[in-house]
């Protein structure tokens, strides 16, 4: 079965391709697709925005340099370069997912052992990465959008189309729930629930043991977040 295939089932048929995942794991597909899309939307982006109004906006949003002198604040924004910003902001998203991924395919993996599910680290990284394939189509939006929009004052965050924040809450970034509701996405419940079909492949317990086990952490995750202040 080719990788394009195996992404069809994938949303046809969820439990199938997490069960033949789990006879061969493999994450390579998903991680590159993962990787180019996020490349290619950062790389349009930086082509594309206005780059003082960037740069003033990305010192507006950390409070500590909000808090500066006009003055300060200007010189700072005056020493920012185009490159610099994008190689750090390329980089950064770079590897936001490959953190994000391997540290769940870690927790699940530790606390599979916890629960005498006796599978591999790479057994869980490959379940991981296929589950969250559906949030790339966060990166397509996200082209669509830079393709039909005139403005070129656009922030980072807004690049997230499909976040809660974008489509419903509408926070600025000093406001609390701002990061929260800008990570989560309309897609995010589909990746759960793939989670948890992989979950099952790979545990052979049933739908419900695999639900809690899935779900359990993960939601309270967002709820200790969206207490904390830099919510």
Known sequence: MTNIQRVMVLFASPGREMAELAGRPTFWFPLALTLVCTLIVQLWYFQIV?????????ISANRRMAQLPEASR???????????????????????PL??????ATFFNLLGKLL???????EWL????WASLPLT???LAAVLFLALTPSHQISPPGLSVLSLNELFAHRSYHERGFNVLTTLTLLHPIAWWYT????????????????????????LFY???ALLPIA
């Open 116 to 122: 005498n599910i006796r599978k591999t680290f790479g």
């Open 196 to 219: 948890v079909r992989g979950a099952q492949a790979l545990s052979g317990r049933s739908l419900q043991f695999s639900a809690v086990f899935v779900l359990t952490p993960i939601l």
């Open 126 to 129: 490959a379940v991981i990465w």
């Open 137 to 139: 189509l966060n990166l």
């Open 99 to 104: 953190l994000i991924r391997t540290l769940t």
């Open 50 to 58: 206005d780059f003082s109004w960037l740069a003033d906006y990305s």
């Open 74 to 96: 200007t010189a700072l924004a005056s020493k920012m370069s185009r490159g610099r910003l994008m190689g750090f902001t390329v980089t950064a998203a770079l590897l936001a």
């Open 223 to 225: 709820v200790v977040w």
